[in-house]
């Protein structure tokens, strides 16, 4: 570590514990200070350092670790008479999330699709009017529920009931699409089974077969909140239960060394267009949203030896520039594993289980809807189990692109310039996908899932740009598929111009390639038509 200069005080910070959220401490951090954060409890208080310089948020001395709490300890829990089964206990606050014995509870919702589908499909959408099945509930009203709307592959939607007639609800702000997957959350009628919890402006309702015990709930707000701070360090600190673990947005020269941050029910960390943040050895797990947002606007981003579980997406997306992400985990993202723009390097990750909320979806992703190229490396990374998730998706679409798409590698609109090496592939629908892309290299890859729909797929539908050419696909390995090697998709029929081929090993494939208007294609009618020589 860094030593700090002699001018500045190394101030030790006493934590207070067990204190009621209304009462959370919140410490302000001056200028060129250490807080100490004490080993010997489980710490619960909030620390500014808006706008500081130079500040280290670390262990007290003598301490390895420390943990900081994000959630309020909720007690005092009793039946509601008219309610069997729900319990109630003071809270003045509405939480973001619910723990119970360490648990995460559900907020209260309805209706509920089968087999542990939360969806049910939208009967008919009008405007911002949506009409959901008729289902059974306490509910006279839904005025005040959120709505919540997979509108989308890749996005869910919400929106605050204003009023409903029946099962007709009318959401502020949301014109709805039928077809997709939609539910209700939220209000106190709602709650109808085990696990589930409700917050009716003062007391936090659960409903449980006995009464609850360890309820905790995540307060509103940041436990470290270092919006526009300048080099700030957290080291060896578990933050925990939080709403937002670490709010760093416009902040420079961020580092988190060996930091851990679990159960946060909004970003693990939040450093939306920050500059020069430094993420090393540091553990995200259970986040609502992402594990860590730079935004469109964030520069200088590395991640090095961490791991990411059950977590939104890592990103260094749009605008973003060298961005490194090298030698760390992501296990079971909702949505995009790891995604970068110019000069990112995302190299020897291990990526497992991406893409298990979401579809239209890359465990790792970049794009370029600008053209500015992106000199980008995506080299000896390891990628497994890229599904995708149909629950709440359109049904019968027949269509690719409303059908959904999940992918190991996924170079879209018109990413350019990017180097694809060494990387093996198993167990995606997708092996890679390339849309509207030009002059990317893909070699000495290993494409190795044997019931992919495709191991390639090329896409040159984008309206008024520059055609797809200039692609190199050599020295890879595709091992057999039940699908084909290669899908294309060209409105154009310009399949022999899209990419070069040289040096691959193909495995059996029955078609070989699906090719726009042409159909299914044997591998050698595929050599006839883009000279590739296998």
């Known amino acids: 570590m860094a030593r700090l200069p002699r001018s500045a005080a190394a101030v030790l910070v006493t934590a207070l514990t067990a204190v009621p959220a209304a009462a ?82 559900a907020p209260a919702h ?11 499909p939208v009967r008919a959408a009008t405007g911002a009017a949506v009409t959901l099945p008729a289902f059974r509930t ?14 989308s592959l890749y996005e869910i939607e919400e929106a605050t009931v204003t009023g409903s007639d029946g099962f007709t609800v009318d959401a502020a702000g949301f014109a709805g699409t039928t077809g997709w997957g939609a ?8 709650l109808d089974e085990p696990g589930e919890w409700a917050h009716d402006g003062t007391r936090l309702l659960v409903q449980a077969r006995r009464a609850p015990v360890d309820v905790r709930a995540a307060a509103p707000g940041a436990v470290i909140d270092a919006r526009d701070a300048r080099g700030l360090r957290v080291e060896r600190v578990t933050i925990r239960g939080a709403t937002t673990g ?25 450093a939306e267009c920050a500059e020069g943040v430094v993420m090393r050895r540091s553990t995200i797990a259970r986040t609502g949203r992402d594990g860590l947002h730079v935004g469109y606007c964030g520069r200088a981003v590395t991640v090095t030896g961490s791991s990411f579980t059950d977590v939104g997406t890592v990103s260094s997306p749009r605008k973003s ?32 289980d991406a893409c298990v909320v979401l579809e239209d979806c890359g465990a790792v992703y970049l794009f370029d809807r600008e053209a500015v190229g992106l000199a980008a490396r995506i080299e000896d990374n390891r990628i497994t189990g890229v599904r995708g998730n149909p629950w709440g998706r359109e049904r019968g679409a027949g269509n690719w692109w409303r059908d959904g798409l999940s992918i190991a590698v996924y170079l879209d609109d018109r990413s350019g310039g990017v180097t694809v090496r060494g990387n093996t592939l198993a167990d995606y629908q997708y ?13 000495g890859n290993r494409f190795t899932a044997r019931d992919s729909e495709a191991h390639v797929f090329m896409n040159d539908d984008i309206p008024a740009a520059p055609r797809m050419a200039g692609n190199a696909i050599r020295r890879n390995v595709f091992a057999p598929t039940s699908g084909s090697v290669y899908k294309v998709h060209d409105p154009d029929g310009r399949v022999a111009l899209l990419a070069t081929y040289s040096g691959n090993t193909y495995g059996a494939a029955n078609p070989f390639a699906e090719v726009g208007d042409l159909g299914s294609v044997s591998l050698a009618r595929w050599r006839a038509i883009t000279g590739d020589p296998g």
């Open 246 to 270: 670490i709010l760093a947005e416009d902040a420079r020269g961020l580092t988190l060394d060996r930091v851990r941050v679990t159960d946060a029910a909004d970003h693990a960390v939040n």
């Open 321 to 352: 520039e060298a961005a490194v992400f090298g030698g760390f985990t992501f296990r079971r993202t909702g949505y995009i594993a790891v995604r970068g723009f110019t000069r990112a390097v995302i190299a020897r990750n291990r990526i497992r």
């Open 431 to 443: 092996g890679m996908q390339l849309h509207g892309a030009r002059d990317n290299l893909v070699e």
């Open 110 to 120: 309805s209706p509920r699709g089968r087999d542990g589908n939360p969806w049910i």
């Open 183 to 190: 539910y209700l959350e939220g209000p106190e009628c709602l």
């Open 138 to 151: 306490r509910c006279t009203s839904f005025a005040g529920a959120t709505l919540r709307v997979r509108a």
């Open 24 to 105: 959370v401490p919140t410490l302000r951090a001056s200028d060129e200070r250490v807080i100490g954060v004490r080993c010997d409890r489980v710490n619960t208080l909030r620390i500014d350092a808006r706008g500081t310089t130079g500040v280290v948020v670390r262990p007290a001395r003598g301490c390895r670790t420390a943990v900081i709490d994000g959630a309020a300890r909720v007690t005092g829990f009793r039946p509601v008479p008219s309610r069997p089964g729900v319990w109630a206990a003071p809270l003045r606050f509405r939480p973001a999330q619910v723990t119970l014995g360490g648990r995460l509870l």
